[in-house]
């Protein structure tokens, strides 16, 4: 069973920048992984995604320019890096792993994937 645990949460103000770590430790990420965020009271939404295939990204319009979604060599990590971050930022992060492979794309629904982190807060405010 696939475990993934989300790092990198925190504080900040706005403009600031955080940079969240998802990795399962034992395991190399030979999937197509996701980052979800959930606010208080609202439902959650796909905000990023990185295809297994050929790392093919896509980007919710929220955060396109600011966020940048990639995966390091060994495969064993992905990274969503956040800059100039808003308050309406502010949320439960998840990450979640997919064995959808779409050849040049990734999807961002959450019923496309199989396995899900805990979640890491991130606040935005000042």
């Known amino acids: 069973q696939l475990q993934l645990v989300e790092s990198g949460g925190g504080s900040v103000q706005p403009g600031g920048s955080l940079r969240l770590s998802c990795a399962a430790p034992?395991?190399?990420?030979?999937?197509?992984i996701g980052w979800f965020r959930q606010a208080p009271g609202k439902e959650r939404e796909g905000v990023s995604c990185?295809?297994?295939?050929?790392?093919?990204?896509n980007y919710d319009d929220s955060v396109k320019g600011r966020f940048t979604i990639s995966r390091n060599n060994a495969k064993d990590s992905v990274y969503l890096q956040m800059n100039s971050l808003k308050p309406e930022d502010t949320a439960v992060y998840y990450c979640?792993?997919?064995?959808?492979?779409?050849?040049?794309?990734?999807?961002?629904?959450?019923?496309?994937?199989?396995?899900w982190g805990q979640g890491t807060q991130v606040a935005v405010s000042s």
């Open positions: 034992g395991f190399t990420l030979d999937y197509t």
């Open positions: 979640a792993a997919s064995l959808l492979d779409l050849q040049g794309m990734c999807v961002m629904t959450s019923g496309a994937y199989d396995y």
């Open positions: 990185i295809s297994i295939s050929d790392n093919s990204t």
